[in-house]
Nanobody, 114 residues
Framework: QVQLVESGGGLVQPGGSLRLSCAAS????????GGWYRQAPGKERESVAR???????YYTDSVKGRFTISRDNAKNTVYLQMNSLKPEDTAVYYC????????WGQGTQVTVSS
């Protein structure tokens, strides 16, 4: 069973940056794409950014121009560069595939606060 391990979260001030990483124990992102999702307290999990097998990329409107998703197939890793962070970006961030979802990892907490 493939495992996902997210890292890179933390506490950052508004306007700051973080880079999240997600390492998979198997080659799943090159075939199924890779995505970042987040869940804020009291809210449902939402898709933030996705990079499909073809390389096409999707961002939810609230992060366009601030977040950048990338993928390293050789390392079975997906990244999320987050710039100009806002308090409303505070959430637990998870990664998974775009299609054929696997078991969710523990996620990484991102807190944007002054």
């Amino acid at each position: 069973q493939v495992q996902l391990v997210e890292s890179g979260g933390g506490l950052v001030q508004p306007g700051g940056s973080l880079r999240l990483s997600c390492a998979a124990s198997g080659d799943i992102f090159s075939v199924n794409g890779g995505g970042w999702y987040r869940q804020a307290p009291g809210k449902e999990r939402e898709s933030v950014a996705r990079i499909r097998r073809s390389g096409s990329i999707y961002y939810t409107d609230s992060v366009k121009g601030r977040f950048t998703i990338s993928r390293d197939n050789a390392k079975n890793t997906v990244y999320l560069q987050m710039n100009s962070l806002k308090p409303e970006d505070t959430a637990v961030y998870y990664c998974n595939t775009v299609v054929n979802l696997v078991t969710w990892g523990q996620g990484t907490q991102v807190t944007v606060s002054s």
